[in-house]
């Protein structure tokens, strides 16, 4: 890692933003979710900033408030009894993203390129990243890693709506062992 990592919290999220070392003019912005456990993970963090070193690119590593809220588009019952139902606060956290974050950072590194912006999630926030895609155009490039797309109602929704951007560019990736739980709901 050649870059530099900067670390700041907005409105309980906490960000951690790699620079790589060729920071010029027009850089895309990579918004990755679950920030704590992406920086925090040395194996991934390592991968993301090698990356974009390698293809220049600002990383934004965003931890959610609450990740069953935040990363939820709607209301829906626990996967386990006795857990707390999903609250389904996405709309709100997609328009701190968007209307507070997204600025503030675009201002912090201003040769950040708004034009090139990706959002990136793992799980739920590999649904949020597809939600997100659904509810608003700021995001060119989508990657949903294992997105929790067994969420209730998510097959539906995509059915009733179109993507924002028609020139959108998504990266959908689902392992092997995604049909194997014993929760028929994830199957």
Same mark, same amino acid.
């Given at each position: 890692?050649?870059?530099?990592?900067?670390?700041?919290?907005?409105?309980?999220?906490?960000?951690?933003?790699?620079?790589?070392?060729?920071?010029?003019?027009?850089?895309?912005?990579?918004?990755?979710?679950?920030?704590?456990?992406?920086?925090?993970?040395?194996?991934?963090?390592?991968?993301?900033?090698?990356?974009?070193?390698?293809?220049?690119?600002?990383?934004?590593?965003?931890?959610?408030?609450?990740?069953?809220?935040?990363?939820?588009?709607?209301?829906?019952?626990?996967?386990?009894?006795?857990?707390?139902?999903?609250?389904?606060?996405?709309?709100?956290?997609? /328009?701190? *993203?968007? +209307?507070? =974050?997204?600025?503030?950072?675009?201002?912090? !590194?201003?040769? #950040?390129?708004?034009? &090139? $912006?990706?959002?990136?999630?793992?799980?739920?926030?590999?649904?949020?990243?597809?939600?997100?895609?659904?509810?608003?155009?700021?995001?060119?490039?989508? /990657?949903? *890693?294992? +997105?929790? =797309?067994?969420?209730?109602?998510?097959?539906? !929704?995509?059915? #009733?709506?179109?993507? &924002? $951007?028609?020139?959108?560019?998504?990266?959908?990736?689902?392992?092997?062992?995604?049909?194997?739980?014993?929760?028929?709901?994830?199957?």
């Amino acid at each position: 890692m050649t870059g530099r990592i900067d670390r700041w919290e907005r409105d309980g999220c906490g960000i951690t933003v790699y620079v790589p070392s060729r920071a010029e003019e027009g850089l895309p912005v990579l918004y990755v979710g679950d920030g704590g456990w992406v920086s925090g993970d040395a194996g991934l963090w390592n991968a993301l900033t090698e990356a974009a070193e390698a293809i220049p690119c600002l990383l934004a590593a965003v931890e959610p408030r609450d990740r069953d809220a935040d990363y939820t588009p709607w209301p829906a019952p626990p996967l386990k009894a006795g857990e707390p139902p999903f609250t389904g606060r996405a709309e709100e956290y997609l /328009a701190f *993203l968007t +209307g507070r =974050l997204l600025p503030e950072l675009e201002d912090r !590194y201003p040769f #950040a390129d708004a034009r &090139r $912006r990706g959002l990136m999630g793992y799980s739920l926030g590999g649904l949020f990243a597809l939600y997100a895609l659904y509810r608003t155009s700021v995001f060119r490039q989508i /990657a949903s *890693l294992s +997105g929790s =797309l067994w969420f209730d109602g998510w097959i539906d !929704y995509m059915k #009733a709506h179109r993507p &924002r $951007r028609d020139d959108a560019r998504v990266y959908l990736s689902l392992g092997s062992a995604e049909g194997k739980t014993k929760n028929p709901r994830m199957k």
